[in-house]
């Protein structure tokens, strides 16, 4: 049956702020798990494989330390020196990685309990408020990701409002291994960046403002993970931001996740220093998935000539990115 079904709420365990929820989709082969916390992808199930990394417990998504499946907010990706002038006045944010501020800060999005605002079949959303001041950024912000399942496609699609002008970078932190969770390195999966062109990084991997030419690193024919790692690299994807079009491929002999966004970047991360994460069928190491994380460009606030990223109060920010499953053979 390809129609979705009606979601399925469950408990799935309890934290500091109260507890998880696990919302179920299904439709056609596949089966999705979303969690509250961080509103988070917990599973991603096709023809009975599981294909993305997952914690055995949805407790361990609290304080997940790659941020398994994770929404990542305020601001994913990093800000340099911890600090951003908007407007004329200066803000600066606790730091987490070094002197910048990664993925929203010490207690970003991912951290938090998520409100689940509508059900329908196929769909679920997502929402969660966050405070002016929060983790030092201005404006109060709304944020909302409706999760869709369809037979062949996970669709995300992402909303925010502000009380004030703000940067706001969003994306999911998951980790794909077409192959299978439980195959082990994904080091022989076939991966593809449509980018002509990357973000330049210094040795803190914040941007030099520079977006030259992708060199070695030109993924748009498909290239062994294992020849492509290490990457923690955002490659700007050719076409017009705000179009939905494909990002990234990642391909197993038998299966393909085709990304696709209307997101100027994509942050490519193989994990080479990944070691002992609790995985769903046991401890997780170097590359054992890749994550493909749709965004603007990292530091965007500091750099004029990235895409902007400020969020002001009347115009809501609104972004799509979809994971289309394709069998092969």
Avoid: K
Wanted: with cysteine.
């Amino acid at each position: 049956m390809n129609q979705p079904s009606t979601p399925i709420r469950s408990d799935a365990g309890t934290v500091a702020g109260g507890t998880i929820e696990r919302v179920r989709l299904e439709a056609g082969g596949i089966a999705v798990e979303l969690l509250t916390v961080g509103a988070a992808i917990n599973r991603v199930v096709v023809d009975g494989r599981d294909i993305v990394l997952a914690h055995p417990n949805a407790t361990d998504y609290a304080d997940s330390m790659y941020g398994l499946g994770l929404t990542i907010g305020r601001f994913a990706n990093r800000i340099g020196g911890g600090r951003f002038t908007l407007d004329g006045v200066e803000h600066r944010l606790p730091t987490n990685e070094g002197d910048n501020t990664l993925h929203g800060g010490p207690d970003g999005f991912a951290r938090r309990l998520w409100d689940v605002t509508d059900l329908a079949p196929g769909t679920v959303e997502f929402t969660l408020t966050s405070p002016d001041g929060d983790q030092g950024f201005p404006g109060a912000v709304t944020v909302r990701v409706r999760y869709t399942l369809t037979a062949d496609e996970l669709r995300m699609d992402y909303t925010a409002t502000s009380t004030a002008p703000t940067p706001v970078n969003l994306t999911n932190h998951a980790y794909l291994n077409p192959a299978g969770e439980a195959s082990g390195s994904a080091d022989e999966l076939l991966l593809t960046v449509h980018a002509a062109h990357l973000v330049e990084v210094d040795e803190t991997l914040i941007p030099t403002g520079r977006l030259p030419e992708v060199g070695a690193h030109d993924l748009r024919g498909a290239r062994r993970v294992a020849d492509a790692a290490p990457l923690d690299t955002c490659f700007v994807v050719d076409g017009e931001p705000g179009a939905l079009r494909p990002h990234a491929t990642l391909a197993a002999s038998d299966l393909a996740v085709d990304v696709f966004s209307d997101q100027p970047g994509v942050q490519v991360f193989t994990a080479d220093g990944m070691s002992g994460v609790p995985g769903l069928s046991g401890p997780y190491g170097p590359r054992a998935g890749v994550a493909l994380e749709t965004q603007n460009f990292p530091d965007a606030p500091n750099h004029p000539g990235f895409p902007d990223s400020i969020l002001r109060p009347g115009h809501p920010l609104t972004t799509s990115t979809a994971w289309r499953f394709r069998r092969l053979g």
